[in-house]
């Protein structure tokens, strides 16, 4: 049984930092992409990033490139979110996903953690 397990989200102010982690078990993650996405209030889920294992490509979505870093620096099953210079807009429920591919792009993920809630203050 495959399980996504998020962790490090929390409270911080505009301009901090922030590390998120996530952990997939049930098998081995080599040919899955992993991504986070996210949920502010009242609004639809939306991609944030995506990394494959190999090639280590990834996709950014436009709000957040150059302030967000995902990467798998560990093992084929984690990915972790850097977020540096939060902003208010980033407040939402992240959530880990994996899909069955080696090409970040496009594509349903039908693995997802339970999600870490991400509240940004000014």
């Known amino acids: 049984q495959v399980q996504l397990v998020e962790s490090g989200g929390g409270l911080v102010q505009a301009g901090d930092s922030l590390r998120l982690s996530c952990t997939a078990s049930?098998?081995?993650?080599?040919?899955?992409?992993m991504a986070w996405l996210r949920q502010a209030p009242g609004k639809e889920r939306e991609f944030v990033a995506a990394?494959?294992?190999?090639?280590?490509?990834?996709a950014y979505a436009d709000s957040v490139n150059a302030r967000f870093t995902i990467s798998r620096p560990y093992d084929k099953n984690t990915v972790l979110l850097q977020m540096n210079d939060l902003k208010p807009d980033d407040t939402a429920v992240y959530y880990c996903a994996a899909r069955y591919s080696v090409v970040v792009g496009g594509g349903a993920y039908p693995y997802w953690g339970q999600g870490t809630q991400v509240t940004v203050s000014l």
């Open positions: 990394v494959a294992w190999n090639p280590p490509t990834t």
């Open positions: 049930g098998r081995t993650f080599g040919n899955y992409v």
